[in-house]
């Protein structure tokens, strides 16, 4: 266990920390899971300064996050698995004199079940952080100040307790366990503007890209989902994708329903999720999205990870899995054929998603619901 986040450790008094560092560096999803832990430091510690440290597009999920007070750009190493940054140790000094230069007194670092906190300790230890608090199953030394033990050989908890479990042993004010995630005034104007654009209200909203295409369902299996959807459910197929996903997207969208790839950044897109009748997608950042904003969301969930710890959390949801041996891999390109996804008939995604529209549909005067 830790020590309780009000003892003095180090000449720091813990109780008056003022500018706070929240460390999540990989993707989206996880960000957005990590966001009830932040609301926790936030409520314990409500005129601290509380700044996020992420990657790219986990810096998009702090910009709507009312917790948050700063955002802060970091490509880490430990986290570039398609090995794109150049190997540049000044870049990291950079980083480090960066964190240094904002003086803060505290960082939390969260992590998956998988990853060490260790390289974000230490990038925290060189900057100077004097209290440095994570959750590690390796020995830290003296990289941690606050080193939390999670249970050992049990089922991995849903991402977002396991973030608040951290949280809650450091002492920081119990929270309930739900994101947080507020598109901006101009992301809705941007949502209503394409909508417009397209003449559509009322709508299913289909995502088919991931992070990692070992969780992306084929394009193929979508457009027949996109097509059967469209055409038994009365409503208007958003496929949506981001900046490089234009053309999966139109190749999902078919005939049938409506590509907007590339037509919306991530605050637009959350934007539009938010108002979906119900979502569609795979095990990746927009099922958590879809969470966040509490729309019904059938999830084609992949292999490469529990479903007790990724799934839909708290909204009504359908989380279609195929069992095969080789689950959970972790891995991000299957090398034996996907049979994980493949095995999941495109019918049994219809399904999921008609029964999702059936249970929340308020129909308008005069309106069937969708059969």
Same mark, same amino acid.
């Not at 003296?142 to 049990?154: F, K």
């Given at each position: ?6 003892? /003095? ?22 960000? =957005? +899971?990590?966001?009830?832990? #932040? ?5 314990? =510690? ?5 700044? +996020? ?29 398609? #090995? ?7 870049? *990291?000094?950079? &980083? ?13 670092? #969260? ?5 060490? &906190? ?24 003296? +990289? ?13 908890? $849903? *991402?977002? +307790? ?17 994101? &947080?995630?507020?598109?901006?005034? *101009? ?10 654009? $397209?003449? /559509?209200?009322? #709508?299913?909203?289909? $995502? ?18 996109? *097509? ?11 496929? @949506? ?7 999966? &997207? ?30 569609? @997608?795979?095990? @990746? ?31 009504? $949801? ?35 998603? =008609? ?17």
């Amino acid at each position: 266990m830790s020590e309780p986040i009000s003892s /003095v450790l180090g000449g720091v008094d813990t109780e008056a920390l003022s500018r706070v560092l929240l460390v999540r560096l990989d993707n989206l999803g996880d960000v =957005l +899971l990590t966001t009830p832990a #932040f609301r926790a430091v936030r409520r314990s =510690l409500p005129g601290a300064h509380l700044a +996020l440290l992420a990657g790219p597009a986990g810096r998009e999920v702090g910009r709507l996050n009312p917790d948050i007070d700063e955002t802060i750009l970091y490509r880490a190493p430990n986290e570039d698995v398609y #090995f794109e940054l150049p190997e540049d140790p000044a870049r *990291e000094m950079a &980083a480090v004199q960066m964190l240094k230069d904002r003086n803060f007194d505290a960082a939390i670092i #969260f992590t998956s079940y998988k990853q060490s &906190a260790l390289p974000a300790a230490y990038l925290c230890y060189l900057a100077g952080i004097p209290l440095r608090a994570a959750g590690s199953f390796e020995g830290p030394g003296s +990289l941690l100040t606050h080193r939390h033990r999670y249970a050992e050989n049990v089922p991995p908890r $849903h *991402e977002t +307790l396991r973030g608040l479990e951290l949280t809650e042993s450091l002492g920081f004010q119990a929270v309930e366990p739900e994101m &947080a995630l507020v598109p901006r005034e *101009e992301d809705e104007e941007s949502a209503t503007s394409l909508l417009e654009r $397209h003449g /559509v209200s009322r #709508f299913v909203l289909v $995502h088919p890209g991931a992070s990692a295409s070992s969780r992306a369902y084929p394009p193929e299996r979508y457009a027949a989902v996109v *097509e059967e959807l469209a055409g038994r459910s009365g409503l208007p197929v958003l496929v @949506t994708g981001g900046p490089d996903e234009e053309e999966l &997207a139109r190749r999902v969208a078919g005939s049938a329903g409506i590509p907007v790839g590339g037509e919306t950044g991530f605050g637009s897109l959350a934007a539009l999720v938010g108002r979906a009748e119900a979502v569609v @997608t795979n095990n @990746t950042g927009t099922t958590h999205v879809a969470s966040a904003l509490k729309r019904p969301v059938v999830t084609v969930f992949a292999g490469t990870n529990p479903p007790e710890q990724w799934g839909p959390w708290r909204v009504p $949801h359908r989380l279609l899995t195929h069992p095969v041996p080789c689950a959970p891999c972790y891995k991000r390109v299957c090398p034996i054929g996907h049979e994980c996804l493949t095995g999941i008939p495109p019918e049994a995604v219809v399904e999921a998603a =008609l029964n999702l529209l059936r249970e929340s549909a308020v129909p308008a005067a005069g309106e069937a619901v969708p059969s």
